[in-house]
RNA sequence: GCCGCCAUCGUCUAGUGGUCCAGGACGUCAGAUUCUCAUUCUGAAGAUCGCGGGUUCGACUCCCGCUGGCGGUACCA
């Protein structure tokens, strides 16, 4: 049995699309779960889309997500390295391998020049389509004799060189998703396989790569669907042996469309940023298109349940719709499971963003006190950009309305009572016994059946607010000295 | 246009001929807890399984047609 060896191999666009990012993650743990390797290999044949630092962002989700890969591109001080024994790993520098059986498939009878100019072969498509038929390359070229070829080529003009189709009978293949998939080969057009600059086409690298890295499963995008016949043609032309294809559905818009920038955010990097942690993208991401099957109704799943439970014949065959309600849902999950601490560090650069926080005195920025906000917070946040958002009152000084103090039909001076009572209760409770168990137990006490008249005008001189958490909670993050102070500026109202 | 892929609650999905007048999750709504918000818990609504034909004693499940969505049809990947 020949080993599994599959690959994840982006072309560099500058950042990491979360369709890519799920093809990624399911072929890592495609080759985690058969003990088979997994390479990073770089698709950067189109140099007019060509983006400075794409590459470094690549490896650094790559990293990030934890898809640590056995061979391919890396990143070591900064530097980009290649390890491994089927190198290089970026096309770019593959430039003489691809030329060298592009050649051979010349020799063969199974490609040919030609020098048709793009300006011809777009007058002849747009012939094609008023005249109602399939867009595809007339071959004209092909039919140059040897010494006309020789000719052109000598006199250094532009070329390139297309794939020579057999348009007998049909091709099939097994995809690993989707069952059989069978494509009439005469609809198949005589494609470029070698651009005029000498750089491969996809159509034409990834066979020739997948072939000398020795991939064993192709796992890649639903829009290779179609081309694949193609590329069978070529595996077969050169007597290689087919790998076994599995196509994946696509991620889309909640219009169902494919999920494109327009309509939000598509990439990796943008909801690292909104503060979803890693584990919840990937747990969310793997579930838009797979899940366990078998009546299983789990939900939550780590790194390694995924490696053990993922299944390729599990993969949805249709599109998925990317449902961010959901990836709320599954991020506020992971945000409650973090230790205080890990929330602590994971938050501070999400503060560091808030004006509220950066105007704050430096006692409100320490540690302590962001973990005693956390710890209030935490069950109250979708992802940790958030943070502090409907808590500012943590941080600056509040002016609460009068009004708002008011619970129910309570007159000034019930209120007034209300308030001092408050203070009193606080005032008693000593430094070292400020805990929210001490605070919330004197309070519960002190208001017995009446919590409202006792609790409302309370939490709101201390937040300001009409919506906030509890005033025990919040007298505890503000400590002593600030809740009597901020009481007493409540009931210098009356 | 041509070729291909796909089609179960709003969304992610379970379901591989009878156990499904279709199960779970998110979301929504209601209730409980409660000083408000959130959390948590309980419950409800929500899918004539895209439509129409077959096959079968029996179809969400198999076959055919249609419709719709998407993808491909590039010297982009």
């Not at 595809?136 to 250094?156: A, F, I, M, N, R």
């Not at 560090?345 to 560091?352: M, R, V």
Request: proline share 3%; net charge negative; glycine share 6%.
């Amino acid at each position: 049995m020949k080993k599994t060896r599959v690959r994840f191999a982006p072309s560099p666009t500058g950042y990491m699309h979360v369709g890519n990012f799920r093809t990624a993650l399911y072929t890592y743990l495609f080759a985690k779960q058969n003990k088979g390797e997994f390479i990073l290999r770089i698709e950067d044949t189109d140099q007019k889309r060509y983006v400075k630092d794409a590459l470094e962002k690549l490896i650094q989700i790559m990293n990030w997500a934890g898809f640590d890969y056995g061979e391919g591109v890396y990143l070591e001080n900064n530097n980009i390295v290649q390890k491994g024994e089927f190198g290089p790993y970026i096309q770019s520098e593959r430039l003489e391998i691809y030329k060298k059986y592009a050649h051979e498939l010349i020799e063969k009878g199974h490609a040919y020049y030609c020098f048709c100019t793009p300006e011809r072969l777009e007058k002849m498509r747009a012939k094609q389509i008023a005249e109602k038929q399939a867009p595809k390359y007339d071959q004209t070229c092909l039919k140059l004799s040897k010494e006309e070829v020789g000719e052109k080529l000598k006199s250094d003009m532009p070329y390139v060189i297309r794939q020579k189709i057999n348009t007998e009978g049909a091709t099939e293949y097994a995809d690993l998703v989707r069952g059989k998939i069978r494509i009439e080969n005469e609809v198949l057009d005589d494609q470029v396989l070698l651009k005029s600059d000498g750089y491969p086409t996809y159509n034409f690298a990834n066979v020739i790569d997948d072939h000398l890295m020795e991939i064993s499963h192709v796992i890649r995008g639903e829009e290779y669907i179609s081309s694949t016949p193609k590329f069978i043609q070529l595996y077969q032309n050169f007597e290689w042996d087919v790998p076994v294809f599995a196509h994946l559905p696509l991620l889309l818009n909640p219009d169902k469309s494919k999920l494109s920038k327009r309509q939000g955010d598509v990439a990796v990097e943008d909801y690292i940023k909104k503060g979803y942690l890693k584990e919840a993208i990937v747990n969310f991401v793997a579930l838009l298109g797979w899940n366990p099957g078998e009546g299983s109704t789990q939900e939550i799943f780590s790194m390694e349940e995924l490696i053990e439970k993922f299944d390729l014949a599990h993969v949805h065959k249709a599109g998925a719709v990317f449902d961010l309600k959901k990836l709320d849902w599954i991020n506020s999950r992971y945000i409650k499971r973090l230790s205080l601490g890990e929330l602590y560090e994971k938050s501070l650069e999400f503060w560091k963003q808030k004006e509220f926080f950066n105007n704050a005195s430096e006692e409100k920025k320490s540690e302590e006190y962001l973990k005693k906000v956390l710890t209030i917070e935490r069950e109250r946040l979708n992802n940790l950009s958030e943070i502090g958002e409907n808590n500012q009152f943590f941080f600056q000084d509040i002016d609460c309305d009068k009004e708002l103090l008011r619970w129910k039909e309570m007159s000034d001076e019930n209120l007034k009572l209300s308030l001092e009572k408050s203070e009193k209760i606080l005032e008693e409770i000593l430094e070292s016994d400020w805990s929210r168990e001490k605070l919330e137990q004197k309070l519960l006490e002190a208001a017995a059946d009446k919590r409202g008249e006792l609790l409302w005008p309370l939490r709101v001189a201390l937040t300001g607010e009409q919506r906030s958490p509890s005033p025990s909670d919040v007298a505890w993050v503000l400590g002593k000295e600030e809740s009597l102070k901020r009481i007493e500026q409540a009931l210098e109202k009356f």
